[in-house]
């Protein structure tokens, strides 16, 4: 198969996403639970593979996945922004600021010293944080583009995955991967990876779009964290802490409210579910563009577009109340530790 061709900045998150034909299909096994029925779900413009639903936990992903080059032809430059920055001015900073008042949270329990790995660490938007409170911080990523602008104080290795990371058994205390996991072709050997490589009682962390929300239920596929074909896989919750507890990891605490993720993701799903305006048009407008590009969309679009997403944050904040109560966030994050002495289920066994 060969790879479809490359979005530019425009195209990036406009490809449409429709409904698949729900016809029941065989797959490979799940990488989460191992059944080998599953439904189609979405069909994604440009990709000639479907999205299936597995008709056990619920896991969404690609069959059969996507191919190395394809993947890698599904993020050219503009996807990473201009050297660590990759929002307008305003909302970078909005950004970061949200990113920093997590580091507390990540921070808890962390003796001084400790050792960090922020698993697809892209900008690096944590490390400089942690590393200001006096960790050891390092992380991994596939783009040296990705990672330009991130603090200097980080060791950050350059891999195609993370066991090509080539850390040592156990070597740190935390581990997180926040938004990563989604993106990668095979999320079973990294979190088999980091149990490895993470500390007996050590913590992980991992944030992904919950594919069982009541905001992805409410959206469909004009689901604003679908990010097809960029997320390779659609986790539940559910399915999520059931790959976690089978490599062996105990989850401990789910995390339901993102200030960062899910109002805006109630703001640019209702704009996808209108149909009024390109997919993702006020999201691709967000980004930030370098001197010499001219903004996408005509100047009275872009306006409407602004007017429209600042008329829907009250109702986006109050969703995200409602949903965190709920306990059925769009994004979560879970929580989770190594058991001591408990090893990882091999490829082989599973």
Not at 148 to 170: F, N, Q, V
């Amino acid at each position: 198969m060969s790879p479809p061709p490359s979005p530019n900045a425009a195209q990036l998150y406009e490809q449409d996403v429709t409904d698949g034909d729900g016809a029941r299909i065989t797959t490979d096994p799940c990488p989460v639970c191992d059944e080998t029925q599953a439904t189609r779900r979405f069909a994604v413009e440009r990709i000639e593979t479907p999205v299936v639903v597995c008709e056990t936990c619920g896991l969404g992903r690609f069959h059969p996945m996507l191919g190395p080059e394809e993947i890698r032809g599904l993020y050219p430059d503009e996807y990473y922004g201009e050297p660590g920055v990759k929002f307008q001015p305003l909302v970078e900073r909005l950004v970061r600021w949200v990113g920093e008042r997590h580091i507390s949270f990540l921070c808890r329990g962390l003796d001084p010293g400790a050792r960090v790995l922020d698993v697809g660490c892209g900008r690096g938007v944590i490390l400089g944080p942690l590393a200001d409170r006096g960790f050891e911080v390092h992380g991994v990523e596939i783009s040296a583009e990705a990672a330009r602008g991130a603090d200097p104080r980080a060791e950050i290795r350059i891999a195609p995955t993370l066991r090509d990371a080539d850390y040592p058994e156990a070597f740190f205390d935390e581990i997180v991967i926040w938004h990563v996991l989604e993106h990668l072709a095979d999320p079973r050997a990294t979190v088999e990876e980091m149990h490895r490589i993470l500390k007996p009682g050590g913590r992980l962390v991992v944030a992904v779009p919950n594919f069982e929300s009541l905001q992805a239920r409410w959206s469909g596929n004009a689901w604003f964290h679908l990010d097809l074909p960029r997320h390779l896989y659609q986790f539940p919750l559910s399915g999520l802490r059931q790959l976690l507890e089978r490599v062996g990891f105990h989850p401990e605490s789910d995390h339901h409210f993102s200030l960062r993720q899910n109002p805006y993701g109630w703001i640019q799903s209702a704009m996808n579910r209108g149909h009024a305006f390109p997919r993702n048009a006020l999201y691709t407008l967000l980004h930030r563009r370098g001197a010499d590009e001219a903004p996408p969309y005509a100047t009275g679009l872009r306006l409407r577009l602004f007017a429209l997403g600042a008329l829907m944050v009250p109702l986006a904040l109050a969703a995200t109340v409602v949903e965190t109560l709920l306990r059925s966030g769009a994004t979560v994050h879970v929580v989770a530790t190594r058991s001591p002495g408990a090893s990882a289920t091999s490829r082989a066994d599973a």
